[in-house]
């Protein structure tokens, strides 16, 4: 659960390849590990942002995404079909099960530490969260955190570009009836 030591666990990639999650943590600032399946359309709308931002940002945050009930082959086919080039898996049925994941996609964010810092149950729908994930747990500024709202916690906000209107023009605006006021 949130806020616990992910334990080291490995995987098998469609071509064979086995690798531990902790030799990726050992090279990575933050992994994600998503769950998906093949056939799940909002996971299937998610992959091009979770890609952009893996290309953008793969020299320190990795993703592992993985799928109980697609085989290694399937799991390939439907890589080599959305163009992904991050690691995908197959992984054993328990797995789900042992994170309390019902919806998919889900996303388990592990941070340097190897503690789960973020678990976000549905799609992300923008390229925004995944940027914003990627800039909050790599860097040397990094403070550990637990976001227990889920990708709300760390998505920047804007500033904004206009600027601020004076006391006196809110009050120009406001006192254009029969009430007079001073505004501050």
């Not at 490995?10 to 086995?18: F, I, R």
């Not at 163009?83 to 995908?88: A, D, I, N, V, Y």
């Not at 992300?124 to 940027?131: G, I, K, N």
Request: charged residues 20%; negative net charge.
């Amino acid at each position: 659960g949130l806020g616990d030591v992910m334990y080291d666990f490995e995987y098998t990639m469609p071509d064979g390849t086995k690798a531990k999650l902790s030799d990726m943590l050992a090279e990575k600032e933050v992994v994600l590990l998503n769950f998906w399946f093949a056939s799940c359309g909002p996971c299937a709308t998610e992959f091009p942002y979770m890609e952009k931002a893996y290309q953008a940002y793969q020299e320190k945050a990795g993703i592992i995404a993985l799928s109980y009930i697609d085989d290694a082959a399937a799991v390939g086919a439907y890589q080599s079909s959305m163009g992904l080039s991050f690691p995908m898996a197959s992984c054993n049925s328990a797995w789900p099960s042992i994170f309390g994941i019902s919806n998919y996609p889900t996303t388990v964010v592990i941070d340097r530490y190897g503690v789960i810092a973020l678990i976000e149950v549905g799609a992300l729908t923008s390229l925004r969260p995944f940027t914003s994930l990627m800039e909050h747990f790599i860097g040397d500024d990094y403070e550990q955190k637990l976001c227990v709202n889920g990708v709300s916690d760390v998505i920047s906000v804007a500033k904004p570009t206009e600027t601020m209107p004076s006391s006196d023009e809110i009050a120009a605006v406001l006192n254009s009836g029969d009430i007079q006021a001073t505004y501050r």
